[in-house]
């Protein structure tokens, strides 16, 4: 049997690049002996991306260097799982002008389907680009079962579960920046009579204060939505006592491969506001969510619509008969945000010893115990036979040999 080829990653060339993620591994051991070389660019920051045109150059100077016959480029897009920009078809054109490579040769890495679809109806891409193909698998959930795994997580997951229960409170998990409804979450918890019961935590107290002069544009709806001034819900938050994180990540994708227990350990539930709540251009979850499930926390999530029936599909025991989820099949946002706040409050309300009965704590377990056994090989597997469908379908339709 012949070796897999070499996937050669562009991302060295490009400064913005930062660390490689697991997608690399994944295509290395996905990738048939093809007839050219395999190329993969990771296009961290879509954005940056789409407005300037000297990185996309870079970029498709490193890719016009390697490209000889036969090659197949790989453009990665999976980092924050990004709405659809129209510039971005451009820029997908440009790169394909640029190299020479043929259209049916690069392949479109993105775990977004809504994103995809925005691509293929939008009305400045070329039929070209529209050829692109998609490929699904968020990298993020990837990284994160396997430094589970590497690291012992679940060990101190079940001695969390185990742990009293007196004493501890709901942790509420800003994670890097706060975001429009992260922002509004943490003003609204800290206005509730039972704002001693929230622990509100960022990455650290520096990158709070810094973020918070950005978030006004992203906050104003939901500020809209609850009647409140920006200014006053960005003061609340400056003011607020925040569990600054004792982790300093280089990069906030740091935070996929790092866990702080001392927090899960103070805390009973996990309240997780993902990178996103959308409206439904973002089908995704991140990390967020399987740290504190590995760590045997109940989890509420204000993410994109549908994200906790995704991770009760995956096997994990989201306590729907408990607390009322209701909220994850709305999908206009604000809307979703307002019955899940209601959620939050439910769980408040709760005596700390109700998550710790012999049944709640057995179900707890189980969860944690997903990441002992084979679910992380099976999400893996899951993602590589998806891949290697989407290769036999662009090998049918272009006699290459991916």
């Known amino acids: ?19 490689e993620f697991v997608t690399l591994d994944l295509l290395q051991k996905v990738v048939r002996p093809t007839d050219g070389p395999v190329l993969y660019l990771r296009v961290k920051n879509p954005g940056r991306f789409e407005r300037d045109a000297t990185f996309a150059e870079g970029g498709a100077a490193a890719v016009g260097a390697l490209a000889t016959p036969g090659a197949t480029l790989f453009i990665d897009c999976s980092g924050e799982g990004p709405v659809f920009r129209e510039g971005l078809a451009a820029r997908f054109d440009a790169l394909a002008d640029a190299t020479g490579i043929p259209q049916d040769r690069m392949v479109f890495l993105q775990t977004n389907a809504v994103f995809f679809r925005d691509f293929l109806e939008s009305r400045t891409a070329s039929a070209a680009s529209k050829r692109v193909r998609d490929m699904f698998g968020h990298h993020y959930a990837i990284e994160t ?18 742990a009293p229960a007196e004493g501890r409170r709901i942790a509420l998990c800003l994670n890097a920046s706060p975001r429009g ?7 609204l918890m800290a206005k509730r009579r039972r704002r001693d019961k929230v622990i509100l935590t960022f990455r650290t107290e520096v990158q709070r204060k810094i973020s918070a ?67 439904g251009q973002v089908d995704r979850f991140s990390e967020k969510p399987l740290k504190a499930f590995a760590m045997g926390h109940p989890v509420i999530v204000f993410g994109n619509p549908f994200v906790m029936a995704r991770l009760k599909a995956l096997g994990f025991d989201t306590f729907d008969d408990i607390l009322d989820l209701s909220f994850d099949t709305i999908v206009p946002r604000i809307h979703r945000f307002r019955k899940a706040v209601r959620a939050v409050d439910e769980a408040l309300a709760r005596p700390p010893g109700f ?7 057995a179900r707890l377990h189980a969860n944690v115990a997903l990441f002992e056994g084979t679910l992380a090989r099976q999400f893996e597997d899951r993602v590589m036979g998806e891949a290697r469908t989407l290769l036999d379908t662009i090998n049918a339709r272009t006699g290459a040999t991916l």
């Open 1 to 19: 049997m012949s070796e897999a080829p070499t996937v050669h990653s562009l991302n060295p060339y490009l400064a913005d690049s930062g660390r």
């Open 145 to 162: 079962f396997r430094t589970a795994i590497n690291e012992g997580w679940p060990a101190r997951g079940h001695a969390n579960v185990e």
């Open 181 to 187: 409804h992260r922002t509004m979450l943490a003003y």
């Open 213 to 279: 002069d950005h978030a006004r544009a992203m906050l104003r709806p939901f500020a809209d939505a609850f009647s409140r001034d920006t200014d006053e819900v960005l003061e609340t938050l400056a003011n607020a006592p925040v569990h600054a994180s004792a982790f300093e990540a280089a990069q906030s994708y740091d935070l996929a491969f790092s866990l702080e227990p001392e927090l899960y350990e103070q805390t009973l539930l996990s309240v997780v506001t993902e990178t996103e709540m959308s409206n």
């Open 355 to 361: 998550w710790r009965s012999p049944e709640i704590k």
